[in-house]
């Protein structure tokens, strides 16, 4: 089997890391590389996202140029959250005939918030004959496909419940500080407000096994609260005293006909004295099972997005979610 | 949505397991049902599975005349574990043009074993444009479609490890009597010779798994022990003296390069302390999941039968496995 062909947009703390791993597998040939920051434009790939040695590939600002002469069969965009904000890109990328594996959160599972958006897109990668998936381990993995896969065994589901807890001292500093590590609670609050301090893909979570489990959902409640230190809290990168916050708590909740039937709880602080995934479903049978090591975020998500790119590309053309595409699994690279 | 038009052939204990389920959820019809026993034919469905209520539907021996009549969308076939036996079967269903869902263990992953049948058996399915596929919860789920699921998060798999554990006195009668529950060890040993004493399904798990995974197995094991009561131990169906078997131990393994890279671990008997199901991923990074539930075995079997018909129906034609279809999920029915 050929390598895939992979150009990456978006050279952030997780697209830098898809290069890393992407460097590090065999079955791909990086092919090229996106990113409109300055400081990385001009400068080898590998130099980029960390690695000690070259991979041959100059980041460029002009996408356009870039897949023009690299001829990817699919390029890893990692670029925002925001469904409305890359948009623009994944036309661009689209119209260029080429298939897209993103982790633009929004875009995990569209139809319920971002209908229009998803609609268009749809059509475009159809008319490209290219496929667009968005992935990674949340959403895309521990509290949506895998409740669902779960579900598979019963024979009636009434409630789904996923509870992700995580010692944040183990991931990244972006993370640490996403999640709100070191600020005041008065801090919190106000980028809480203005939507710096959040997981974002409860909402697509929700209605993705919603509309999986054929249930119409009248509202999709998702809450943010602080996770306050009692004691003085430190990871190798950061240091937070009692009183200031070292994380956050949040749920989001879909309600049926009035009752909460799909709850998502998730607690990422550091310090948290056990890194956990826990999946109930109640129904017949109940079924409750736990991942005791957790599912790592940084390296689960970068894995999500990796072995996905081989299932889209073998899938048919169009705007795809982890419901459509073939049971995920390892890509071994031939 | 229409109903899906759904022919039952096999009312042995799991397809009328199936009958049962089928008929208390929404999206489906029953239109018609198979059996050679003498016993059955002739008497309404509902009486032979042991619903109180008729279903409307006669059973009949033969499978061709039911066809002509029903028009289904899928059959529903339970009546062997063996491939070379039902081949037959199989054989004028696809060329009745109609998709099957079947519980035939060697047909869950036959690539390895039963290559010569699988590869007829895709180009008739393909003829007739119908899906062919074999599932339940082991093989088709706990053992090799959950563990691959899990790997998707991983950037690396060096070996899988699982084990299932399950209290016999919960399960039918057959069952316990399939794990050779209250035999002499004797007994035992001879129905272990002749093929009648065993789990089908570690061969073509742990060929479902290498292949994902792109391992080259040299060589796969499926060893069975006798689990000796050391006291007496009762189900609502048997009672087991101590020195007598109570029910079996059973391991497959998967060698690559001479080295144990799968390792399938079963015990079910009566009087197990505990029902779980445990996946272990050995890799980067590791994971370690326990349902502490357990995966019932009828429910989950005739389950994952019941909701993978719609994705059956969904998917191109041809022979499928858990591999090749979208992920596994409830079906609501609507």
């Not at 703390?13 to 791993?21: D, E, K, S, T």
């Not at 990328?93 to 298939?99: D, F, H, I, P, R």
């Not at 809290?233 to 956050?248: E, N």
């Not at 736990?290 to 940084?298: E, M």
């Amino acid at each position: 089997m050929p390598s895939i062909r992979v150009v990456h947009f978006g050279l952030g703390p997780i697209g830098a890391a898809v290069v890393r791993q992407i460097a590090a597998r065999p079955g791909f040939s990086i092919v090229g590389a996106i990113d409109i920051d300055p400081t990385k434009v001009g400068l080898d790939l590998g130099k980029v996202v960390g690695l000690r040695k070259k991979l041959g590939v100059v980041v460029q600002a002009d996408a356009a140029k870039v897949l023009k002469r690299a001829k990817p069969h699919v390029v890893v965009h990692c670029t925002s959250s925001s469904l409305a904000l890359v948009q623009p890109q994944l036309d661009a990328l689209l119209k260029a005939k080429v298939s897209v594996v993103s982790t633009t959160e929004e875009l995990a599972y569209p139809a319920r918030t971002h209908k229009t958006i998803a609609a268009s897109l749809d059509a475009l990668a159809k008319k490209s004959k290219v496929g667009l998936l968005a992935t990674g381990v949340n959403p895309g993995f521990t509290m949506d496909a895998l409740p669902l896969m779960l579900s598979a065994v019963c024979e009636r589901v009434d409630r789904v419940s996923v509870q992700r807890v995580q010692d944040a001292r183990i991931r990244r500093l972006p993370f640490q500080q996403k999640i709100g590590a070191g600020l005041t609670l008065e801090q919190f609050e106000a980028k809480v407000l203005d939507g710096s301090v959040r997981h974002v893909g409860f909402t697509e979570s929700i209605a993705m096994i919603g509309d999986a489990l054929g249930w119409k959902l009248d509202r999709i409640t998702d809450e943010i609260q602080p996770k306050i230190a009692e004691a003085t809290v430190a990871s190798d990168l950061l240091a937070v005293d009692p009183g200031y916050v070292c994380g956050i708590i949040q749920d989001g909740v879909g309600y049926r006909r009035g009752k909460p039937v799909i709850a998502l709880h998730l607690e990422a602080y550091l310090g948290a004295p056990e890194s956990f995934d826990a999946i109930d479903i109640f129904g017949s049978p109940n079924i409750s099972t736990k991942c005791t090591t957790g599912y790592h975020g940084d390296i689960a998500t970068v894995s999500m997005v990796v072995n996905s790119i081989p299932k889209l590309l073998a899938a048919k053309p169009g705007l795809h979610t982890m419901r459509t595409l073939a049971l995920p699994s390892f890509f071994p690279g031939s």
